[in-house]
């Protein structure tokens, strides 16, 4: 009798389950939803990946990814709201304010690309700005399949200059600064791992598109063993921009180096966690899944939001393949600040490849003449 009960009770379980999890049709007559108002984020990962990233983790997506950041981050736990309401799309709403602040130098070009969706599609910025993060990060070899919570307001106001960190601060400058928008070092850490498929096109004079580490392509450990090699030089930075760091064996192969990103690499508070990212693509990938959770509804009450996760597109799988030292590096080069065993991996054959120029030796290949 008892047995009879429970399994009763089982099956009036997942009748109830099931009922709770009844789908919507969307409008579109294609999809479907756990939730009427993720239907939108469906067609719009659809407009997205087809007109803005053609499904490849190219430089829009790279872009996008980067603007997760900047919009978010602009929020204070010891200035308070007046400071700025973290992921809330004021980057893309107050862009003629936020975008005189130096360290959101270049990031017009994803706003410029994102922002007429907001005419087109009944969403807000911000969650445009942390949708289309979500979806451009998926093309790339190796990335998690973020979530993403939707229905954050629109901003109603900028946030204030100072809350975007610049790469040549002080190291501990930063870490406080992550610390009062609620991260800790470590997460700092792994919301670096963006920096795997991540480009600068103004932090160098005259060179766009230029990659922090030699797999620009594939969300990878790469810029977690790249960073740490030794040889580092200062370049003369663009007219008012932050100074980047590039080391002399790869500055061949046309990768640059961010201050920041060294000086993370080489602190007590840091140097293990990062060195531990290292040929460690299953940490990595999780770290940076957790640490984006976090960023994309920084400044929200997620008891507000819905889940529309399911939205996001499948993950790219990962390229098997172990770290390994570009060509022309090499092991001698390592700059630890770690005693953990460091593991032992492989040179890439061949010669450094270098990024190709204009005849005229310009690297912004868009103003090589015909």
Same mark, same amino acid.
């Given at each position: ?7 009763? !009770? ?25 939730? #009427? ?5 469906? =067609? ?14 190219? #430089? ?49 070009? +994803? ?23 979500? $979806? ?66 103004? !932090? ?22 790249? $960073? ?14 932050? &100074? ?16 920041? &990103? ?32 976090? !960023?994309?509804?920084?400044?929200? &009450? ?13 993950? $790219?799988?990962? $390229? ?13 080069? !390592? ?10 991996? +492989? ?9 190709? =120029? ?13």
């Amino acid at each position: 009798m008892v047995f009879k009960l429970s399994v009763g !009770l089982l099956a009036l379980a997942t009748a109830v389950s099931a009922a709770n999890y009844k789908r919507v049709a969307c409008p579109d007559g294609v999809h479907t939803a756990s939730n #009427e108002a993720c239907c939108v984020f469906f =067609e719009l990962a659809d407009f997205l990946q087809t007109n803005n990233f053609n499904s490849t983790c190219g #430089e829009d997506a790279h872009e996008a990814l980067r603007l997760t950041f900047h919009d978010a981050i602009a929020f204070s736990f010891m200035g308070g709201p007046s400071m700025g309401t973290g992921a809330d799309g004021s980057i893309m709403l107050f862009e003629d304010i936020e975008l005189m602040n130096p360290a959101n130098n270049g990031v017009d070009d +994803a706003i410029d690309a994102l922002k007429p969706l907001l005419m087109q599609f009944n969403v807000t910025a911000g969650d445009l700005i942390q949708f289309a993060g979500a $979806v451009g990060v998926s093309n790339c070899p190796g990335a998690p399949r973020l979530e993403f919570l939707a229905g954050r307001p629109n901003a109603t106001f900028p946030a204030v200059t100072g809350l975007v960190p610049l790469p040549e601060e002080n190291v501990n400058d930063i870490f406080a600064r992550m610390e009062d928008a609620g991260f800790s070092p470590t997460e700092l850490v792994s919301l670096l791992a963006s920096h795997t498929v991540a480009r600068s096109d103004t !932090l160098i004079n005259d060179r766009q598109a230029v990659p922090f580490d030699s797999t620009p392509f594939t969300f990878d450990t790469q810029v977690f063993l790249e $960073v740490l090699l030794k040889g580092n030089e200062t370049l003369p930075p663009a007219s008012g921009e932050a &100074d980047a760091q590039v080391p002399n064996a790869l500055a061949a192969q046309g990768e640059m180096r961010l201050q920041s &990103d060294f000086a993370i690499a080489q602190s007590p508070q840091t140097a293990c966690f990062w060195q531990s990212m290292v040929n460690n693509q299953a940490a990595v990938t999780q770290g940076f899944h957790d640490a984006m959770a976090k !960023l994309a509804v920084v400044g929200q &009450d997620t008891s507000k939001l819905i889940d529309c996760s399911e939205a996001v597109p499948m993950a $790219v799988p990962a $390229v098997s393949k172990p770290a390994t030292f570009p060509a022309g590096t090499g092991p001698e080069l !390592l700059m630890l600040a770690c005693n953990s065993p460091f593991p032992a991996l +492989a040179t890439d054959p061949g010669v450094p490849t270098t990024i190709p =120029e204009c005849p005229d030796g310009d690297t912004n290949l868009n103003d090589c003449p015909s």
